[in-house]
């Protein structure tokens, strides 16, 4: 299979993949899109099940790029070379890479978790903006958390914004979109304490063991964590703020906390 060249930005082809920017459409066929350098060789490494290629003369011109599109071609991913003005339909930034990729989506269920012992799970409560999951992704691949597990309300993992903010984390880390009900009995069939954050009288992350099975869930940028979550869950936690800010941002409460359990679970002592 060789490579097709594209060159106008109304091509059907072109039209209809730029349709998967929209959440709707993402939904409807179950592809997305990868977009830049640094996400698509993540997802190739990741052997993500991509199905197409689009990408600039220019790109294809640059150092490493024909080794992939060896790689590609040899898999059987169909590639396109198309113009600028092609790749500008494709993309929702200012300054584009030269390159997208299409991808089926994929969606995990707690069966396809492997959970160490303890397992650290970290969840998304009604998390809405893009950045703020993506980096919550990104927090959640560096402590190895177990996996990442979106309750009802969450933005679309697979929203452009959410996958670069992720900085290809959503290709290392299992992604679970659960009801809270099939959550919570999951985490106790599993004996996983569940802990909300954010609360104003909850316990101090460096008072107490977070060296157990555990769930920290996080909750909605102005809202917090759900009332539900909030009276169900087995613990509270809170980070001290010694200063005179109200609040943290749910992406650097959520690293606060989860490197804390981080450090606390390298430095436990060995259980029999």
């Known amino acids: 299979?060789?490579?097709?060249?594209?060159?106008?930005?109304?091509?059907?082809?072109?039209?209809?993949?730029?349709?998967?920017?929209?959440?709707?459409?993402?939904?409807?066929?179950?592809?997305?899109?990868?977009?830049?350098?640094?996400?698509?060789?993540?997802?190739?490494?990741?052997?993500?099940?991509?199905?197409?290629?689009?990408a600039t003369e220019a790109f294809l011109n640059r150092e490493g790029a024909g080794m992939m599109t060896a790689s590609l071609l040899a898999a059987g991913t169909r590639l396109y070379e198309v113009s600028e003005d092609a790749m500008k339909r494709l993309t929702d930034t200012v300054a584009s890479q030269g390159v997208v990729a299409v991808c089926q989506r994929w969606d995990r269920a707690p069966g396809d978790v492997t959970l160490q012992r303890p397992p650290l799970l970290v969840v998304a409560d009604a998390v809405t903006d893009p950045g703020n999951l993506g980096a919550l992704i990104r927090v959640s691949d560096a402590v190895g958390a177990d996996a990442l597990i979106q309750l009802p309300g969450c933005c679309d993992w697979t929203n452009p914004k959410v996958l670069r903010a992720?900085?290809?984390?959503?290709?290392?880390?299992?992604?679970?979109?659960?009801?809270?009900?099939?959550?919570?009995?999951?985490?106790?069939?599993?004996?996983?304490?569940?802990?909300?954050?954010?609360?104003?009288?909850?316990?101090?992350?460096?008072?107490?063991?977070?060296?157990?099975?555990?769930?920290?869930v996080f909750g909605n940028e102005a809202a917090g964590v759900s009332e539900t979550v909030e009276e169900r869950a087995d613990l509270s936690l809170s980070i001290p703020m010694p200063g005179q800010a109200e609040s943290l941002n749910v992406t650097t409460a959520a690293a606060v906390v989860l490197f804390e359990a981080a450090r606390q679970r390298a430095n436990r002592p060995l259980r029999p």
């Open 166 to 216: 992720s900085m290809g984390s959503v290709f290392h880390l299992p992604v679970l979109g659960l009801t809270t009900e099939a959550f919570f009995d999951w985490a106790t069939h599993q004996l996983i304490q569940i802990a909300a954050t954010g609360g104003r009288f909850g316990q101090s992350i460096y008072d107490i063991d977070l060296t157990n099975g555990l769930a920290v």
């Open 1 to 54: 299979m060789g490579l097709t060249r594209i060159d106008s930005a109304k091509n059907p082809r072109i039209v209809a993949t730029a349709k998967l920017l929209d959440r709707r459409a993402r939904a409807k066929t179950g592809l997305f899109l990868i977009e830049g350098w640094r996400l698509v060789k993540t997802a190739l490494m990741a052997d993500a099940p991509m199905e197409e290629i689009y």
